[in-house]
Structure formats: C-alpha cells, structure tokens
T-cell receptor
Framework: QQQVKQSPQSLIVQKGGISIINCAYE??????FPWYQQFPGKGPALLIA?????SEKKEGRFTISFNKSAKQFSLHIMDSQPGDSATYFC??????????FGKGTRLSVIA | EADIYQTPRYLVIGTGKKITLECSQT?????MYWYQQDPGMELHLIHY???????EKGDLSSESTVSRIRTEHFPLTLESARPSHTSQYLC??????????FGNGTRLTVT
C-alpha cells in the first residue's frame, strides 16, 4: 500500500509560470513533510519542508501548502525557470522510521 | 554541498562477480541509508542503519548486504551480480530521519 501518492507524474510549464505538484497521504501520524529536488546525475537534495502545525511555508519562489484535514500537501514553484527543471519528490515521516518518498514528478520548464 | 561520498561513480561488471559499493560521510551522522533508483524514477529503500552494528532491510527485496562497523562508513555488497541489479545506487545519511543528505550515486551496469 502506497503511503504517499504524488501527482502528476510529469509536468511541463512555461517559463514564468507556476508549477504545482501535489501529494496525499493516509497516516495521520506523519509529522514532517519535506520536498526533495533531484537534477540528472545527482542525488536528491532537501528543498523545503513543513510540519503539520502550519498551513504554509515559503522560501523564495518555493512554497509548501499543507491541508491537514484533507491530508494533502503541495509544492508551488512561482515564476518557474528552466533551471528548476528536475525531478521532485515529496516525502512523509513519523517517529524514528525511515522517510517514505512519493514516486516523483518530472518537471520541465520551457522557454 | 553534500559531505557524503560514493565510489565508484560508474561500474560495469560481468554477471556473477562480487562487488562492493562504498559510501562514506564526514558529518558524524548516526543514520545511513541505501536506495536503488532507476534514473529519475522512484526511490526504493533497500537497507538502512541507525548506528554502528545496527542494520535493517528496507522495503525493496534485495540480494545485497550491508555492514556498519564505523559510523562514517556504510558499504553495500552484492555477492553475485546479475543484469537485474543494473541500476543507480544512492547512499544517504541523516542526523534526523526526515532530513537526508544524499551522495551522487553509483551507476551500476551488470553485463
């Protein structure tokens, strides 16, 4: 059973547009919700993360929106740039267990 | 910049050979992980360790083994490589389970 469902699988956005990636989870025990960014040939890197006591967190052009009642969270990339083209993974975490990743979204930002 | 190092970066090896993928980190993290990932695709946890002499199997059934004799070192061994093992192997470490630092991976090809 997949603990976190990520959509879409791939996304094409015009330069300057808003990229939105969504994740949904089932287990209400999850208490940490990070997003990782991976460029080709590199390992994933932590991009931004949120805890369930806040509904939104913003870092530069990247924002996480968190809806605890709906058990959903999303990544918004404002003013998307070609350099944002990468694979994005959401993840969920609780307790002392390993992080659980979504299946990833391949984002392409075209000029 | 990640302080986690994986060697070799690329490896081509014949079927039946024994191989060890090396992973070292300089951050003093207790927690270390191995993931298998086809390029740009889903991350599959194959082994993890929360400290010296402690190892656990992940979600993906694997014919590999790991050891954790020193905090900074977490090697992955395949006793008999097969073409189905062709993939990218990513090592990660963390101080907290939700915040992973990844290496840049070993791209393994078994012929």
């Amino acid at each position: 059973q997949q603990q976190v469902k990520q959509s879409p699988q791939s996304l094409i956005v015009q330069k300057g547009g808003i990229s939105i990636i969504n994740c949904a989870y089932e287990n209400t025990a999850f208490d940490y919700f990070p997003w990782y960014q991976q460029f080709p040939g590199k390992g994933p890197a932590l991009l931004i993360a949120i805890r369930p006591d806040v509904s939104e967190k913003k870092e530069g052009r990247f924002t996480i929106s968190f809806n605890k009642s709906a058990k959903q969270f999303s990544l918004h990339i404002m003013d998307s740039q070609p350099g944002d083209s990468a694979t994005y993974f959401c993840a969920v975490h609780s307790g002392n267990t390993p992080l659980v990743f979504g299946k990833g979204t391949r984002l392409s930002v075209i000029a | 910049e990640a302080d986690i190092y994986q060697t070799p970066r690329y490896l081509v090896i014949g079927t039946g050979k024994k191989i060890t993928l090396e992973c070292s980190q300089t951050m003093g993290h207790d927690k270390m992980y191995w993931y298998q990932q086809d390029p740009g695709m889903e991350l599959h946890l194959i082994h993890y360790s929360y400290g010296v002499n402690s190892t656990e199997k992940g979600d993906l059934s694997s014919e590999s083994t790991v050891s954790r004799i020193r905090t900074e070192h977490f090697p992955l061994t395949l006793e008999s490589a097969r073409p189905s093992h062709t993939s990218q192997y990513l090592c990660a470490s963390s101080e907290y389970p939700g915040t992973l630092h990844f290496g840049n991976g070993t791209r393994l090809t078994v012929t």
